[in-house]
């Protein structure tokens, strides 16, 4: 029997509702597989915030230490967002997190589902086929760099600061990303304002040299913001800093027609977090509408991780039969939709 | 007579191109409406540089501030690029002019044109009717903040500092017109992550006292590079800080079908900068292939400045008479197409 201990954190807003159904799924794979899965939960964000005032508890932190991945829901509640004065936020949870377990390296896959492709803003013929798979580095940058308010409220600055070590490892990741896929890797970034992006520019120029096969691009990320509306096919594998990343990953996310599909994972050295790319979508929270299959694709990535490769083709198969044959919510289908669980048990039941 | 002083960048790539077709504009605007333009050259960018060692030299911004108003070519030069040791850069110019001149406030109007809107790469439907006014801040932020690199080249970084006295001016800017539009105004920031952000949500929350007739909302930048390509109609006025500016007012360019077309302003107190928001393009250099259209749409914003609008009316009226008889550059038809000279004339002509 294969054993793994999943850590499992719901959160905020439609959080708890899509991970409800990736652990049907998980549950449904286990029989299938003849593995094992002991979920143990935790409190994150403003949920955790209401019930302990800590973003996030020392337990939680523990749980996700001990865990072979981390299952995570959504994070974010817009009382919160329209404060500029709370000094305890929601999302100081999911980036101490990231911090905590060294989760350096954020993977957004981008793909078209040939039945959804009408449903992107995009016109046809300019996504068709487009496949980009973002590596955005996760744990330094302006989000982790030394932050200060004036206690007056007269001036505050945020510092970006990334060191060679904070580039390397993801940086060897990508290009290794690309090896395997098209041998195309774009650097997004602006150096030709700043310092770090040169620096970016500099170490990956360096790494590059053990890539041979590898043609790495620079791209400044004004003209990156761009380029992915006018031509996504021209993306290969895409690497980037902490803040552009934020930006272009869900920028791209148009491409495929829907952010309700999305998956992503953060990994490091020891831990790995697994997430939908979408947020927390409080105001469908408790609905039943909520699209599960972004959280459900981040549990068939994690299975990847874990090295459970049947277990994760088999799920995505399933999602693909439900997509092809309709059974979605109603951002993908306003005419004919389900709920949230019932495109988790239809997905469950294939398996 | 009105007398004006204009002092003309052409800089680098296709600037002097395009800034050729502008002059010859103003010339035609001289006579048909019996003002005076005196021209005076200044160098900058990449061209600056090689000639004098200075991206921009004493003497060019003497003439900019002694200026009416300054007419802006590009800047950018791929040589500089790819060179992350580079210590004098092109952009350096452009930069540093803004700042001297204090041009705190990019303005990017957005607008569709009914016979270019097959050229975007968004469908009909998501564009059509979309009518966007930017305010990029544009002398502070992490553009301007102390930055630093480890001379051993470890480490680097980027300082991003704001002051409530950098955001009050183009905050009241853009209230201002958003009462002239449909009295929304959007602020895009990264507030549950950055101290400058929330510096902006808290002092627009307090201008918006002054200004009780328009709807002040807030937008996360990741959320709203998704939501300018999925329903750019949903915004009237948008506000931001410099970097978050940059990237998604260029992003923003792909709706009106050619970043070709795209005219902007940056204003400050005493002075006025008018440039066409695309680059150097440098492949294009000399090929008589570019769009002047984005650089005479910058002489009509610089005409509304002087105050000569129905010589600025005239001008517009001139362009989408151009757009319409599809007499254009080859981004816009390839199919029958004209010089960068050709379509300079063929607007002075109606004019
Ligand atoms: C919730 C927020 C802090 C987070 C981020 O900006 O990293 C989110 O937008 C994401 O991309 O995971
Ligand atoms: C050339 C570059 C420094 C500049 C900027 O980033 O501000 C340009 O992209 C712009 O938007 O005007």
């Given at each position: 029997?294969?054993?793994f201990?999943?850590?499992?954190?719901?959160?905020?807003?439609?959080?708890?509702?899509?991970?409800?159904?990736?652990?049907?799924?998980?549950?449904?794979?286990?029989?299938a597989?003849?593995?094992?899965?002991?979920f143990?939960?935790?409190?994150?964000?403003?949920?955790?915030i209401?019930?302990?005032?800590?973003?996030?508890?020392?337990?939680?932190?523990?749980?996700?230490?001990?865990?072979?991945?981390?299952?995570?829901g959504?994070?974010?509640?817009p009382?919160?967002?329209n404060?500029p004065?709370?000094?305890?936020?929601?999302?100081?949870g999911?980036?101490?997190l990231?911090?905590?377990?060294g989760l350096?390296?954020?993977?957004?896959?981008?793909?078209?589902?040939?039945s959804?492709?009408?449903?992107s803003?995009?016109?046809?013929?300019?996504?068709?086929g487009?496949?980009?798979?973002?590596?955005?580095?996760?744990?330094s940058?302006?989000?982790?760099?030394?932050?200060?308010t004036d206690?007056?409220g007269?001036?505050?600055?945020?510092?970006?600061?990334?060191?060679?070590e904070?580039?390397i490892?993801?940086?060897?990741?990508?290009?290794?990303?690309?090896?395997?896929?098209?041998?195309?890797?774009?650097?997004?970034?602006k150096?030709?304002?700043?310092?770090?992006?040169?620096l970016w520019?500099?170490?990956?120029?360096?790494?590059?040299?053990?890539?041979?096969?590898?043609?790495?691009?620079?791209?400044?990320?004004?003209?990156?913001?761009?380029?992915?509306?006018?031509?996504?096919k021209?993306?290969?594998?895409?690497?980037?800093?902490?803040?552009?990343?934020?930006?272009?990953?869900?920028?791209?996310?148009?491409?495929?027609g829907?952010?309700?599909?999305?998956?992503?994972?953060?990994?490091?050295?020891k831990?790995?977090?697994?997430?939908?790319?979408?947020?927390?979508?409080?105001?469908?929270?408790?609905?039943g509408?909520a699209?599960?299959?972004?959280?459900?694709?981040?549990?068939?990535?994690?299975?990847?991780?874990?090295?459970?490769?049947?277990?994760a083709?088999?799920?995505?198969?399933?999602?693909?039969h439900?997509?092809?044959n309709?059974y979605v919510?109603?951002?993908?289908?306003?005419?004919?939709?389900?709920?949230?669980?019932?495109?988790?048990?239809?997905?469950?039941?294939?398996?």
């Amino acid at each position: 029997d294969k054993y793994f201990k999943i850590a499992v954190l719901p959160g905020d807003g439609i959080g708890p509702e899509i991970i409800n159904e990736s652990i049907k799924i998980l549950d449904v794979i286990a029989e299938a597989f003849e593995y094992k899965f002991q979920f143990d939960y935790g409190l994150i964000g403003a949920e955790a915030i209401f019930k302990t005032g800590d973003p996030l508890p020392e337990e939680t932190l523990k749980i996700c230490r001990e865990s072979d991945a981390v299952l995570f829901g959504a994070i974010g509640d817009p009382s919160f967002d329209n404060n500029p004065e709370a000094k305890v936020r929601p999302e100081q949870g999911l980036l101490k997190l990231r911090k905590e377990l060294g989760l350096f390296a954020n993977l957004r896959p981008l793909k078209t589902y040939s039945s959804l492709i009408e449903k992107s803003p995009l016109k046809r013929e300019i996504i068709e086929g487009a496949d980009i798979q973002i590596f955005r580095e996760l744990v330094s940058g302006i989000y982790f760099g030394e932050k200060f308010t004036d206690p007056d409220g007269g001036y505050a600055y945020d510092v970006c600061k990334y060191s060679r070590e904070d580039i390397i490892p993801i940086a060897h990741m990508a290009f290794q990303e690309a090896q395997k896929r098209n041998k195309k890797l774009t650097l997004i970034d602006k150096a030709n304002v700043l310092d770090t992006s040169r620096l970016w520019r500099k170490t990956c120029q360096e790494i590059a040299q053990d890539y041979p096969d590898v043609q790495l691009d620079y791209m400044f990320v004004d003209n990156a913001a761009m380029q992915l509306i006018l031509n996504p096919k021209q993306f290969d594998v895409i690497l980037t800093e902490n803040m552009f990343g934020d930006i272009i990953s869900d920028e791209a996310s148009v491409i495929g027609g829907s952010i309700g599909l999305l998956p992503s994972a953060s990994v490091g050295d020891k831990n790995a977090l697994f997430e939908p790319i979408h947020g927390s979508y409080p105001q469908a929270k408790g609905k039943g509408i909520a699209n599960p299959i972004a959280s459900i694709l981040s549990v068939a990535m994690m299975l990847d991780h874990l090295n459970l490769k049947p277990a994760a083709d088999k799920l995505r198969q399933s999602v693909e039969h439900a997509i092809e044959n309709k059974y979605v919510t109603i951002d993908l289908n306003t005419k004919q939709y389900y709920s949230t669980s019932e495109v988790g048990s239809f997905i469950a039941d294939h398996i």
